[in-house]
């Protein structure tokens, strides 16, 4: 069995991205565009809930420190309707107290600012397993189950893909 891109698993879902710093919201931005299929942004706390609130995402990845709420008032209220979306947080902030209340709100993975790619590309990973509850092999049924990795059913033995893009043979 080819070995998994985890990141493939992101590749149709909505991520919100909320910094307040234009130029680093752009860059990260233009970088989540390269493994998922919406990226939105948001500058602000007021304009992070209501868009959390008016649309559904599948991963959200906050600033603390943005203005009028900050980010993990937003999330403590996006918690209180959504309880599994995989939150990434990126802050500057390295105390204590930031890390016990963004932990409280069951988040996936917090980075510190500046953070390196790769850092990043393994707190996407993470996210990635958590949306697929870490189990990159569904069964379905007996005779049927669905491989994330390869966007592919097995039925009575025989892969199935369901994506343009097919497997290698080897």
Not at 18 to 26: A, F, G, L, P, Q
Not at 35 to 48: C, P, T, W
Request: aromatic letters at 10%.
């Amino acid at each position: 069995m080819a070995e998994c891109n985890y990141l493939e698993i992101l590749s149709d879902k909505k991520v919100l991205c909320v910094e307040d710093e234009e130029v680093i919201r752009s860059n990260l931005m233009e970088t989540l565009e390269l493994f998922f299929d919406k990226v939105s942004g948001a500058k602000d706390g007021f304009e992070a809930l209501e868009q959390a609130m008016c649309d559904t995402y599948d991963v959200f990845i906050f600033d603390i420190s943005i203005p009028h709420l900050d980010g993990l008032e937003v999330l403590k209220r996006v918690r209180q309707f959504n309880k599994k979306t995989p939150i990434v947080i990126l802050s500057a902030h390295k105390e204590q107290e930031y890390l016990w209340r963004a932990v409280e709100l069951k988040i996936t993975r917090y980075l510190t600012k500046p953070y390196d790619k790769n850092s990043l590309i393994k707190a996407l990973e993470e996210v990635a397993l958590e949306l697929m509850d870490y189990h990159p092999l569904f069964q379905i049924s007996p005779l049927h189950s669905y491989d994330f990795c390869r966007k592919a059913m097995t039925c009575k033995g025989e892969m199935v893909y369901l994506s343009k893009k097919r497997e290698p043979t080897s």
